[in-house]
Nanobody
Framework: QVQLVESGGGLVQPGGSLRLSCAAS????????MGWYRQAPGKQRELVAT???????NYADSMKGRSTISRDNAKNTVYLQVNNLEPEDTAVYYC???????????????WGQGTQVTVSS
């Protein structure tokens, strides 16, 4: 059984920063792309950033210049550092990963349960 568990969310003041972490666990053979998505109330889930196993990154336009996605392949963990947070960043942030477990022969897509980020004074 593969699980993604996020941590690091919470209440942050406008202009503040936070760092989210997501650790994959279970019977994992290999992980390809990992990423972060978010969903604000009443809106669709949207891309925040992704990173390949080799470290190639992709960001949503709204996150460029103030966020950094990184990963530790040895720890099966992906991180998201976001600076200069705005109230519009308030959302549930979800971790996503393409994982080949020891149970299946192909890569399958997994989601974490989400972590709430609230930006408010």
């Amino acid at each position: 059984q593969v699980q993604l568990v996020e941590s690091g969310g919470g209440l942050v003041q406008p202009g503040g920063s936070l760092r989210l972490s997501c650790a994959a666990s279970g019977s994992i053979f290999s992980i390809n792309a990992m990423g972060w998505y978010r969903q604000a109330p009443g809106k669709q889930r949207e891309l925040v950033a992704t990173i390949t196993r080799g470290g190639i990154t992709n960001y949503a336009d709204s996150m460029k210049g103030r966020s950094t996605i990184s990963r530790d392949n040895a720890k099966n963990t992906v991180y998201l550092q976001v600076n200069n947070l705005e109230p519009e960043d308030t959302a549930v942030y979800y971790c996503n990963a393409d994982i080949k477990s020891r149970r299946y022969s192909d890569y399958r897509n997994y989601w974490g349960q989400g972590t709430q980020v609230t930006v408010s004074s």
